[in-house]
């Protein structure tokens, strides 16, 4: 092995001073070195670690000679200035290898997404399970179908050719064991095999969101979900970044944050009653194309699930048919009236769930608050005031139904002014605004 006492630090050192190591970076924001080992897979070292290993690839543990250090130590230090990565692990939508973050820094990608070779073949149990889902018993059940099917194409393809494309996420709400878990694992498997949940992120309640960056398929159920309205807002505000965002900044704790590109799907699965749908944000401007609302029915499985083991035969007879599905996708067409230029898709809202999410929308609540409030008597006039002032008037009512209901509903800062104002878009004849020099005023009518 070539010495490395014979290279001056001061100047930059060849590209591979010592031939016939294995692959050898260093993780600066964990301060670990990785070493490819011969499976392909990366084993982390600390410092100590890593001179073990390199002591038995054949590098000096003592300095020889006139040296004053080892080729042991120097390795270590030509490791840290000329191997160093800025992030490494797995990384949505990405091949394991050498790519950069958007500020032009190193990342080492350690692990590639199962990909599934899509294969010529049948698929009936898969097509069984869409079938009791979706089934095709009138035009809403064929779009419900034909958007799932489009949505999950355009994902698989982006999965195996590396190019991200934005993506809705996808809400399937249904009854209690109509298969929606089920569906959610064909989905993971369809995108790479790797899934992590995403709620606690995105919700406010934690600010890390390191480990998501390791999975395509991003699960949330609506078992951990919350229905407060400020949790639904952040939760709004964190789906577009999840959708939409062409880079996300990675954080995590005890290291330096960087901006990478993951490629996401957001999958929901949550109950069809109207408490359940309450997780979901409103289907405002901001998100209305965002989201993919799909209903689904209760249907008998193809195979028996009704002990471990048939379950888990199952679950082999389904993954057996993927490649065979997969290929039906990526050989099928999405018709023109669903295509849609900036995700591939258009979304599609069940209609009898768009309602039913409108209904617990948090400004028709405060509509039907204001016309308890305001307009219960047949000769009601007009009412004209600040945001501030309907709210100190709502909150404040003596009447049971009313107080305490507002009171939860404008819980936080500018709420009333918010709602206000997505009521004017809705309801343009009843809702009127005017600004003087120092506030707004709002005019609402019977």
Not at 68 to 85: E, N, P, Q, T
Not at 88 to 95: D, E, T
Not at 263 to 288: C, Q, S, Y
Request: aromatic share 8%.
């Amino acid at each position: 092995m070539t010495s490395l006492a014979t290279y001056d630090l001061a100047e930059p050192p060849p590209a591979n001073p010592w031939d016939g190591l294995p692959p050898i970076y260093y993780d600066a924001s964990r301060k670990e070195f990785l070493r490819q080992a011969e499976d392909g897979t990366w084993l982390r070292f600390t410092e100590a670690g890593i001179k073990r290993e390199l002591k038995i690839a054949g590098v000096a543990a003592k300095a020889h000679g006139e040296q004053s250090v080892s080729d042991l130590d120097l390795c270590v230090s030509w490791l840290v200035r000329s191997r160093h990565v800025a992030y490494a692990g797995p990384l949505a939508g990405h091949r394991a290898g050498l790519t950069h973050a958007d500020d032009g820094q190193r990342v080492l990608v350690t692990d590639s997404p199962h990909i599934i070779d899509p294969q010529p073949g049948k698929f009936p149990l898969i097509y069984q399970v869409l079938a009791g889902l979706f089934p095709r018993e009138d035009d809403i059940g064929t779009m419900q179908r034909d958007t799932f099917c489009a949505w999950l194409k355009i994902g698989a393809e982006c999965v195996r050719s590396g190019i991200r494309q934005p993506g809705q996420a996808l809400a399937v709400a249904g009854p209690v064991n109509s298969g929606k878990t089920l569906l959610a694992t064909l989905i993971t498997w369809a995108l790479g095999g790797r899934s992590a949940r995403p709620y606690r992120y995105m919700s406010g309640e934690c600010s890390f969101n390191a480990e998501l960056f390791q999975a395509e398929a991003q699960l949330i159920d609506d078992e951990a979900a919350s229905r407060d309205g400020r949790v639904r807002a952040q939760f709004a505000a964190t789906l577009k970044q999840f959708t939409v965002s062409e880079s996300v900044r990675c954080e995590a704790k005890y290291q330096t944050a960087l901006s990478l590109r993951p490629l996401w799907r957001v999958v929901v699965t949550l109950n069809d009653e109207p408490e359940a749908l309450g997780v979901l944000p409103p289907l405002n401007e901001d998100i209305h194309d965002k989201l993919i609302l799909l209903r689904a029915q209760r249907a008998e499985m193809p195979m028996p699930t009704d002990t471990p083991e048939r379950r888990a035969a199952f679950g082999r007879a389904l993954r057996e048919e993927m490649p065979a599905f997969l290929h039906y996708l990526a050989a099928s067409e999405i018709p023109a009236a669903l295509a849609s230029p900036r995700f591939g898709v258009r979304h599609f809202h069940h209609p009898e769930l768009a309602e039913a999410l409108a209904d617990i929308a948090p400004e028709r609540r405060l509509l039907a608050l204001i016309d308890a409030a305001l307009f219960a008597g047949p000769a009601a006039d007009e009412w004209e005031g600040t945001a501030l002032e309907l709210e100190r008037l709502l909150t404040g009512s003596p009447v049971a139904s009313i107080g305490p209901e507002a009171r939860k509903l404008l819980s936080w800062d500018n709420a009333c002014g918010t709602y206000l104002g997505r009521l004017r878009r809705s309801h343009p004849k009843r809702f009127e605004q005017k600004r003087t020099n120092s506030e707004r005023i709002w005019s609402i009518k019977p």
